[in-house]
C-alpha cells in the first residue's frame, strides 16, 4: 500500500518569504500526484496534479507553483507569499491504473 | 457538469445514535467513480470507500453502510450506533472516466462536520 510522506508538519512564514513544501510517495510506481488547499473551515482546493515526471497542471491560477523532479516526489513552492496562501495543503497520491487518492498527512501554512 | 453537494454543513448527534450523511452527484458521464473519505481533527484524509457508477450494491463495513441510487445520484453514508471517534468532517467525491483514465481528479463536496457526542 501507498505511504505519503509530507513536510514540514507546520510552517508559520512572513508574507514575501518562499515556500517549498515537499511530499513523497512510498509503495507505488508512476502515481499520479495532487496538491490540494484547505482554507479554515472550508472545502479541498485541486491546485495541481502531475501525471509524470515534469508533467504538471494548474487548476487555478495564482502564485503558487508545482514541480515533480522524480517520480515519487512533488514540491510546492512560491516566491512570496501572501496571506491568502494560508491554508492545510495536503498531497496525494493515486496509483497507476487505479482509482482512490490517498493523502498524506497534510501541512500546516500560516503566514503572518 | 461535475458537481457533489452534501447539504449537511454540521450534523450533531449522541452516542449510539444512528446518523447519515447525504450526498448528492451531478455528471454527464455513464462511467464514473464515488468515494467517502473520513478528515479527523488531525487533518489526514482516510479513505473509506469507492464505489464504481456500474455497481448499484450497497456495501457494509462494520457500523458503515452505504446506499447508492442511481435513480437519484446519490450516494449516502450511515453510521449506525455512532461513537465519539466517529466525530470528523466527512466527505464525498467524484471522479469521471477522464480520457484514458489518466487524471482521475476528485471533485469533493464541501464535507458534513460530525460530532458524536458521549
Known amino acids: 500500500s501507498q505511504t505519503i510522506h509530507q513536510w514540514p508538519a507546520t510552517l508559520v512564514q512572513p508574507v514575501g518569504s518562499p515556500l517549498s513544501l515537499e511530499c513523497t510517495v512510498e509503495g507505488t510506481s508512476n502515481p499520479n500526484l495532487y496538491w490540494y488547499r484547505q482554507a479554515a473551515g472550508r472545502g479541498l482546493q485541486l491546485l495541481f496534479y502531475?501525471?509524470?515526471?515534469?508533467?504538471i497542471s494548474s487548476e487555478v491560477p495564482q502564485n503558487l507553483s508545482a514541480s515533480r523532479p522524480q517520480d515519487r516526489q512533488f514540491i510546492l513552492s512560491s516566491k512570496k507569499l501572501l496571506l491568502s496562501d494560508s491554508g492545510f495543503y495536503l498531497c496525494?497520491?493515486?496509483?497507476?491504473?487505479?482509482?482512490?487518492?490517498?493523502f498524506g498527512p497534510g501541512t500546516r501554512l500560516t503566514v503572518t | 457538469a461535475q458537481k457533489v453537494t452534501q447539504a449537511q454543513t454540521e450534523i450533531s448527534v449522541v452516542e449510539k445514535e444512528d446518523v447519515t450523511l447525504d450526498c448528492v452527484y451531478e455528471t454527464r458521464d455513464t462511467t464514473y467513480y464515488l468515494f467517502w473519505y473520513k478528515q479527523p481533527p488531525s487533518g489526514e484524509l482516510v479513505f473509506l470507500i469507492r464505489?464504481?457508477?456500474?455497481?448499484?450494491q450497497n456495501e457494509i463495513s462494520g457500523r458503515y453502510s452505504w446506499n447508492f441510487q442511481k435513480s437519484t445520484s446519490s450516494f449516502n453514508f450511515t453510521i449506525t450506533a455512532s461513537q465519539v471517534v466517529d466525530s470528523a468532517v466527512y466527505f464525498c467525491?467524484?471522479?469521471?472516466?477522464?480520457?484514458?483514465?489518466?487524471?482521475?481528479?476528485?471533485?469533493f463536496g464541501k464535507g458534513t462536520k460530525l460530532s458524536v457526542k458521549p
Open positions: 467525491a467524484l471522479s469521471e472516466e477522464a480520457l484514458g483514465g489518466s487524471q482521475g481528479n476528485l471533485i
Open positions: 464505489r464504481n457508477s456500474f455497481d448499484e
Open positions: 496525494a497520491s493515486r496509483r497507476d491504473r487505479g482509482y482512490e487518492q490517498y
Open positions: 502531475s501525471v509524470g515526471i515534469g508533467q
